[in-house]
């Protein structure tokens, strides 16, 4: 009697209406439960996205910065005189992590510029830095943007290594690929 008497007194989309509001709160009753089972599961992979903090010191005059290019890879190239460059491209599961260093410019002087620069290669599991890699194995190359004849461009130094341990990045550049090379030891720590 009771659905006849709803049935006449309220519409049918009243009546919709009721079933889907009851529907609803028993959802939202759902919605701890599902959240805490949810939070569970969480990864025990390193990765170096997020927040950092450049721990090491920035050589003095200028700015360091530091950029993480999550599902992107490096693409090595020589020029028509055997000098290498990158591009970037799409990899899903890789990481670029690209290290600069740029001298504050000199107003008075047009063509004061000079950076420096490290870029690498690794998967977002960080498996190749785990331990201490050779830059052999690591894709990486050390660049320099100035107006100084013979010096500019990139390279591919064949000693040092870069590590992952503990949420800190450190990379170590041998101290002679330039003339007066500022960057050396890089470390960052990741949040």
């Avoid at 410019?105 to 190749?128: A, G, R």
């Avoid at 190359?141 to 500019?152: N, P, S």
């Amino acid at each position: 009697m009771k659905s006849s008497v709803l049935n006449y007194c309220c519409p049918k989309f009243v009546y919709s209406l009721l079933n889907f509001l009851a529907m609803k709160q028993f959802a939202l009753m759902l919605l701890p439960f599902l959240v805490l089972a949810c939070a569970s599961q969480k990864s025990t992979k390193d990765t170096i996205t997020g927040k950092h903090t450049i721990e090491s010191q920035c050589p003095t005059q200028g700015t360091c910065n530091l950029e993480v290019l999550k599902d992107k890879s490096l693409v090595i190239k020589n020029d028509n005189f055997g000098r290498p460059y990158y591009a970037t491209q799409d990899a899903p599961g890789k990481l670029v992590v690209r290290y600069t260093y740029t001298k504050k410019k000199n107003p008075l002087y047009q063509d004061d510029i000079y950076s420096e620069e490290v870029v690498f290669e690794t998967d977002n599991t960080l498996s190749n830095i785990k331990k201490e890699a050779a830059f052999t194995d690591v894709n990486l190359l050390f660049g320099v943007q100035c107006f100084c004849r013979g010096k500019a461009g990139y390279y591919r130094p064949q000693k040092g290594s870069v590590s992952y341990t503990k949420h800190h990045l450190t990379i170590k550049l041998p101290g002679d690929i330039i003339d007066n090379q500022l960057t050396k030891t890089i470390t960052i720590a990741f949040n």
